[in-house]
């Protein structure tokens, strides 16, 4: 007995040795760090376990260190906060080639040899590759025919809305509507990535619960509680390869093998399982069934798929891959757009002054078309050239335009996703890093940091659009989907998609807050993105509406 609890104490000793040594890592590197619950096993994680949002929490350490670069641990894994937007840019941008790498996610395949790599996570020459193939599938003629798209889905929300104002209890009432915009907007977003992505209309739509659908509700179902579940899986499997990284291989296989043989249940396996076989059915069939005969992203990417092997390919790409960016546009298109358009909506209803001034210039725009805000307007346009016409004049409107940018400073969606690794050892302000670093971005901080006034003279936790007119130095210091090379490569589409909406609903309905949740504020999680939990607005139709200001 002694001598077999003699080795536990031994190996238990050698391990808080070698967890606590690497816990030195900054202090050896001459960089300040945090000491908060800092914990031999979980770093500074715990102190993120009851609400989940690390975000706030690297905002308040740039505070309180009084510094704009320091470090932090998850588990023994030294990150890198970097709170200055000179610094992301020589980052993302100057010295881009030193950082061309992403911090690794837990469970992730190795971006250097697995063959089911993105744009996304992949690293290097491979990103290079990746980038150039997808690039692609966002040309101008692609957009145009997003807007198209866009248009449809955009007139089917307005319909939706009204139907379901028509049809609610409260319609006889003195009781006004209430609707969950974020909720609404995520079929949106869903239905477009499906029908301009992959070719997927209402026609292929099912009730979500077979396991081997393709049609919109499976893909959209599946999104939701993926996403929705995004803090269960930080908290148990994902928590795991965080606290013990030299296990991430064999934790990832485990994972996958409790996937496959259904002892758990993942929604982004179900989704990635059925992309795979859209795009061996495209293989055999030459794309000329009646999914993919259409012009979607999918057949760009099916012209750009070459045989090989991932090592020593330098253009194109390979099956696998292209399943792995049909998942890419589903997964970062659902979750985006619809949060930042729920953001927005959850702003504009807060601020009635704001509301009014965008809804002026809605107007404005209309009697300058001659056009008349009603549902005949929006389904009666039918040529294309209009509707993309239209589309580019929307995107183009100053103010809108102001709304949507001070929307995602004070709410930057995709802020926390945003990370690099160095290449090779490299020199960052006065700290010299060593390669392989792992770095992430304080883009809370950056957006309220108005020591230099780059914000205006209007309070920094507010939403003041009026910032972001004939401010360069607003712009140049804003984060929206990224930074330099590596922005997201659909920025635009999604911009265009969240002004489409916000345009055609504030033409249509009186939106105003809920008084149901007008006093608990908004709630968020932290997942891939940060996104709002609900965002529940009353919706009024324009013949119904009331002041402005009031309140229901």
Not at 15 to 28: E, H, I, P
């Amino acid at each position: 007995v002694f001598f077999p609890t003699a080795l536990i104490l031994l190996m238990a000793l050698v391990f808080y040795y070698y967890r606590m040594k690497r816990l030195r890592y900054f202090a050896d590197h001459g960089i300040p760090f945090v000491r908060e619950k800092l914990n031999f096993l979980f770093g500074n994680l715990l102190v993120a376990r009851r609400d989940g949002l690390l975000y706030k929490h690297l905002s308040r350490w740039t505070r309180e260190l009084g510094c704009p670069v320091y470090g932090y641990f998850e588990g023994p894994t030294p990150v890198l906060v970097v709170a200055d937007a000179a610094l992301m840019r020589q980052i993302c941008v100057t010295d881009f080639d030193k950082y061309n790498a992403k911090k690794l996610f837990p469970l992730q395949l190795n971006p250097e040899s697995s063959p089911k790599i993105h744009t996304f996570i992949a690293n290097g020459e491979r990103w290079r590759r990746q980038r150039r193939a997808f690039s692609h599938a966002f040309s101008e003629k692609r957009i145009n025919a997003s807007y198209l798209v866009l248009y449809r889905e955009t007139v089917k929300f307005l319909a939706d809305l009204s139907e379901r104002i028509e049809a609610a209890p409260e319609r006889n009432t003195t009781r006004d509507t209430v609707v969950d915009i974020y909720h609404a907007v995520q079929q949106v977003t869903c239905r477009f990535i499906c029908s301009w992505g992959l070719g997927i209309d209402d026609g292929d739509a099912d009730d979500g619960s077979s396991h081997e659908g393709t049609g919109q509700n499976f893909f959209f179902q599946r999104l939701r509680r993926f996403f929705y579940n995004m803090e269960y899986f930080t908290k148990t499997p994902v928590l795991a390869a965080l606290l013990f990284p030299e296990w991430n291989t064999a934790l990832r296989r485990l994972f996958i093998w409790m996937i496959n043989h259904n002892i758990i249940s993942h929604a982004l396996g179900g989704i990635e399982a059925n992309l795979a076989k859209m795009v061996s059915s495209y293989v055999r069939t030459g794309g000329n069934d009646s999914r993919t005969a259409k012009t979607t992203t999918l057949d760009v990417l099916m012209e750009q798929r070459v045989e090989g092997e991932v090592q020593g390919l330098s253009k194109g790409l390979i099956e696998e891959e292209v399943v792995q960016h049909c998942l890419l546009l589903i997964m970062s298109g659902f979750e985006t757009t619809s949060a930042t358009t729920g953001f927005a909506v959850y702003q504009l209803a807060n601020n009635p002054a704001v509301r009014e001034k965008l809804r002026g210039e809605i107007q404005d725009y209309l009697r300058e078309r001659g056009m008349t805000a009603g549902d005949d307007t929006w389904s009666s346009m039918s040529h294309e050239w209009d509707i993309v016409q239209l589309c580019k004049d929307i995107d183009a409107l100053p103010y809108l335009d102001a709304v949507l940018r001070e929307t995602l400073r004070l709410h930057p969606v995709a802020g926390t996703a945003i990370y690099r690794k160095t290449r090779v050892p490299v020199k960052l302000g006065r700290y010299n890093l060593p390669a392989n670093l792992n770095i992430v971005f304080d883009v809370e901080t950056m957006h309220r940091d108005n020591s230099d006034g780059r914000w205006g003279s209007w309070p920094v936790d507010e939403f003041f659009p009026e910032r972001h007119e004939c401010r360069p130095m607003a712009a140049q210091n804003l984060v929206m989907f990224g930074v330099g090379p590596r922005t997201c490569i659909g920025v635009r589409v999604g911009q265009v998609a969240t002004k489409l909406l916000l345009f055609a609903l504030l033409s249509e309905f009186e939106v105003v807050p809920a008084k149901t949740c007008g006093g608990a504020g908004l709630k968020v999680r932290q997942g891939a993105a940060v996104t709002p939990k609900k965002v529940k607005v009353v919706v009024r139709p324009r013949s119904r509406s009331v002041s402005a200001d009031e309140n229901p």
